[in-house]
């Protein structure tokens, strides 16, 4: 089957937002059809981005008269600075000064591509859970569209699209003709996207979901309990590949989540692993993973649950290969997949430095014993029922447990940054030093959950509106719920284990 694509851009639509000039200018350029993006900014000459370069539409500076003319002819800015034109997919967004002026605009051009779907389609018909993953830009929302338009129009479904910042369904109260008949429920945040999708499922009663890009663990847990309700969900997520998702302790749930268990002797030695090994908690969310690694080339795992499994334990994997060839049919081969490395946070980047010391707090800990014995190591995180792992590699260790005269001389690896010291090899001194590892964890998360109920609250009170925080155990859940008593709010916990977590109320 050949693949037959059609890429419309509105671009009407698009022209008569921009000031006279800049429309007349771009009406006669050879390349308008290549137009990325306008960039318009107070007291600098307007360009314009093409797929061939930038270039400037005249000498003459952005005038405060341009910046209103575009801003009075599209709709309302949102708290992202973001507004859109009716019934397309092209976004406006603001930089404003630090008194809320406007000062700067980027008129991007949106365009709905039909056809990208073929390469899939017999997997989305297949009524499965699937997630798709892939780096930005790489064309996930643009399959989403398509899915959204071929469950409603063709399968004639009832398909509810949750769309945060208008992504999917363009900006304006009307979606664009690309979703087809599918419905579109707007979220106001990106912080109510989960909210969202349960409204979705319980005041809506579709048969299929379509969200973009789930990248909290509220969220994580919202499309967990829309999978539990038989309706098909469609997804992206944060994530280049199923290992990177695995890796990820917030969202490693949509896999089935990854914890640690602690195997007796016999167990152990029937396996021909320690004593501590990662297994998979729970069934995945999603049943179907695809990886798109081009917007016609993409690899697919049918079978989540069995392909982590294989991870866990160490075992090759493969996926279906498919992309196009050169005459436009689909060839499709099992291979098999090469470990993916896994992307580090930027840690020039403040922001991205927080993110990842936060998805730290969560995830299970690797120890690398250095002089100490690996038993007494084993049996103080068993006894001690503390979430970490013993790991041979320093690559894979965040913690080494060494022992004094072993880092007196040198044997711990330079490239693990947090070592805890013993003064000899004998379980007290060794089950010391796990409760001195467990305390400084959970010490890290609560400050974490605690400003996370800071932050909360603080909306709470701006916005009048209910949140509900992140899961937590019973001990952690206590202090957010004192802390926000202090605070002269009301809360109560909501969810069964382990996805209990404590909502504030409205006032």
């Known amino acids: 089957m050949t693949v037959q694509e059609t890429v419309t851009a509105d671009l009407d639509r698009f022209l008569e937002v921009l000031p006279d000039r800049v429309r007349q ?39 405060h008269a341009d910046i209103v003319f575009v801003t009075s002819r599209v709709g309302e800015f949102d708290r992202d600075n973001r507004a859109g034109i009716e019934a397309t997919l092209h976004r406006i967004s603001a930089i404003p000064n630090r008194h809320g002026e406007i000062i700067g605009l980027t008129c991007r051009v949106g365009r709905a591509v039909v056809g990208t779907l ?42 509810v699209v949750v769309d945060t910042n208008n992504e999917i369904g363009g900006g304006g109260d009307i979606p ?13 945040d990106d912080r109510a996207q989960a909210q969202v999708m349960i409204e979705a499922v319980e005041n809506h009663m579709p048969e299929a979901v379509v ?10 847990a919202a499309a967990r309990t829309i999978a539990e309700r038989g309706v098909q969900l469609i997804a992206t997520a944060h994530g280049n590949s199923l290992e990177n998702l695995m890796a990820n302790p917030t969202l490693s749930d949509l896999v089935g989540g990854i914890q640690a268990v602690v195997l007796s002797d016999e167990e152990a030695k029937r396996r021909g692993t320690q004593k501590t090994v990662l297994e998979r908690q729970a069934p995945p969310t999603f ?31 493969t996926a279906e290969l498919r992309e196009f060839d050169a005459e436009g049919e689909i060839v499709a081969v099992e291979a098999p997949v090469a470990p993916a ?6 840690e020039a980047d403040p ?23 690996r038993e007494l190591l084993e049996r103080a995180l068993r006894e001690r029922r503390v979430p970490a792992t013993v790991t041979q ?24 940054e947090s070592t805890v010291m013993v003064r000899s090899n004998t379980y007290a001194q060794v089950e010391e030093a796990v409760e001195e590892i467990a305390a400084e964890r959970n010490t890290a998360r609560e400050e974490f959950a605690l400003r996370e109920a800071a932050e909360a609250a603080e909306r709470v009170l701006a916005e009048n509106v209910a949140v509900e925080l992140l899961p937590q155990n019973a001990y952690v859940r206590r202090l957010q719920r004192e802390y926000v008593a202090r605070r002269n709010l009301q809360s109560k916990t909501v969810g069964q284990e382990p996805r209990r977590r404590v909502r504030l109320l409205s006032p």
């Open 25 to 63: 200018w771009l009406e006669k350029h050879p390349d308008l059809d290549d137009l990325k993006e306008v960039v318009i900014d107070l007291g600098r000459p307007i360009g314009a981005r093409f797929v061939t370069g930038f270039e400037l539409v005249d000498d003459n500076p952005a005038l």
């Open 118 to 159: 073929e390469i899939i389609r017999d997997v989305i018909e297949s009524g499965f859970n699937i997630l798709l993953l892939g780096r930005p830009g790489v064309g996930k929302t643009t399959k989403l569209r398509e899915v959204a338009r071929v469950l409603a129009d063709e399968f004639d479904k009832r398909v």
């Open 176 to 188: 664009h003709p690309a979703i087809g008949r599918a419905r579109r429920m707007q979220v106001p």
């Open 211 to 220: 969200v973009d890009e789930i990248g909290t663990e509220a969220e994580a």
């Open 287 to 317: 049943d179907i993973i695809i990886e798109i690694n081009a917007i016609n080339r993409l690899a697919i795992h049918h079978d989540v649950a069995d392909t982590v499994d294989s991870i866990l334990v160490g075992e090759p994997i």
């Open 341 to 346: 490395e896994i992307a580090a946070a930027d």
């Open 351 to 373: 922001l991205e430095a927080e993110l990842h010391r936060a998805e730290n707090r969560s995830r299970v800990l690797r120890l690398l014993p250095v002089g100490v014995s």
């Open 393 to 416: 590699s320093p690559d894979d260790a965040d913690v080494a447990v060494a022992l004094e005269r072993a880092a007196e001389l040198g044997r711990v690896p330079e490239e693990i």
